[in-house]
């Protein structure tokens, strides 16, 4: 299942490095940009989303949030959010129901690692509507962060 632009967003509850629900309701009234990626303290995982937590400040003067998501537990999501400094929610889809809802989810993954999240980008407008959607097929590949800014400054 894919999601597609123009359609409301997938709802989605999960629990955050706080072990508290954050829900997509969450962010209405301003954009969202949904960050799904394979697992934490993997190489291209840290290089993306440390490149959000270098750029935060471009995203709040966009009005917009960042999440990312992993099926990681919250426990090692904490973890990781810990020792990057991240500044930004990371959210725990360990059950495995926000990744494939959004069409960003691997049944099988390397090393036989069944039920992992697929690298996307998603930007949700104030409305919950999907305005931008990448999901990328190769784990090694970031997705296009200028394509989400432009995205995201058209939405101003």
Known sequence: MSVKI???APAFSLV????????????????LVILFFPMAFTSTCTAELCSIRDNISMYN????????????????LGKFKEEQKLNFPLLSDFNKEA?????A???????DLKGVSKRA???VDKEGVVRYAQVLESAGDLPDFQAVKNNLSSLQ
Do not use: H, M, R, W
């Open 121 to 123: 980008a998603f930007v």
């Open 16 to 31: 955050n490095t706080e072990k508290q629900k954050v829900s997509l309701d969450d962010f209405k009234g301003q954009n």
């Open 99 to 103: 990744s494939p809802a959004y069409g």
């Open 6 to 8: 123009g359609s409301k």
């Open 61 to 76: 003067g966009l009005n917009t949030a960042v999440v990312g998501i992993s099926v990681d537990s919250p426990f090692t």
């Open 105 to 111: 989810f691997y049944e099988n993954f390397v090393l």
